[in-house]
């Protein structure tokens, strides 16, 4: 089955840092990428959708400047936390698809602490 | 406002007999339903999907069913095995395929 890397799986890291998760499709073309974030016991809500080689299409409320989001490639999708606060401690899923209509596929998440 | 609600949290069972996990969603433009499977520190896992032009679709022990009128889904398993506890996430998509909605989600718990 279609398979979705996310790295890393867990980061640690001081208020103020910047921290950069990867999301990688392995073995298909993934045309569009989305990042979700999770908060404890509730569902996964969108945050952006990327198209590869286009600007990011952010939901309402999320800070574009806050969360940079790159889609370089038709394998690799970033998200870079800049400048990360404890309120920005989630955990973060980023999945990709082929084509719309497809099944969206999942990596494994990456869980954030600021302290 | 949510749009794909999953009214229970839980959900035990004892094994080898049926899950039923329910869905509501409440936007007309929804066509396509899928179901996700997720564990602890985990991304979902995609299970099973349903267009809206079906009212049913299996796949070995899951089978997924549509009530459109109602804006109803359902997600059966059976026979249920102690490996299917997780909790379990249903997601809706528009014609347009560009956004997935998920519902809250319903952890399931098969008892040995």
Redesign the interface.
């Known amino acids: 089955g279609a398979v979705v890397s996310q790295h890393p799986s867990r980061v640690i890291c001081k208020s103020g840092t910047s921290v950069k998760i990867e999301c990688r499709s392995l073995d298909f073309q993934a045309t569009t990428m989305f990042w979700y974030r999770q908060f404890p016991k509730q569902s996964l809500m969108l945050m952006a959708t990327s198209n590869e080689g286009s600007k990011a299409t952010y939901e309402q409320g999320v800070e574009k400047d806050k969360f940079l989001i790159n889609h370089a490639s038709l394998t690799l999708s970033t998200l870079t936390v800049t400048s990360a606060h404890p309120e920005d401690s989630s955990f973060y899923i980023c999945s990709a698809r082929t084509y719309s209509n497809q099944p969206q596929h999942f990596g494994d998440g990456t869980r954030l602490s600021i302290l | 406002d949510q749009q794909v609600k999953q009214n229970s949290p839980s959900l035990s069972v004892q094994e080898g007999r049926i899950s039923i996990l329910n869905c509501d969603y409440t936007n007309s433009m929804f066509d396509?339903f899928?179901w996700?499977k997720k564990y602890p520190?985990?991304?979902?896992?995609?299970l099973i999907?349903i267009?809206s032009i079906k009212d049913k679709n299996e796949d070995g022990r899951f089978t997924v069913f549509l009530n459109k009128s109602a804006k109803h889904l359902s997600l059966h398993i059976v026979p249920s095995q102690p490996g299917d506890s997780a909790v379990y996430?249903c997601a809706a998509?528009n014609n347009?395929?560009?956004?997935?909605?998920?519902?809250?989600?319903t952890r399931l718990m098969v008892k040995p």
């Open positions: 396509y899928l996700y520190a985990e991304g979902p896992t995609f999907s267009s996430f998509m347009a395929g560009n956004m997935l909605t998920f519902g809250g989600g």
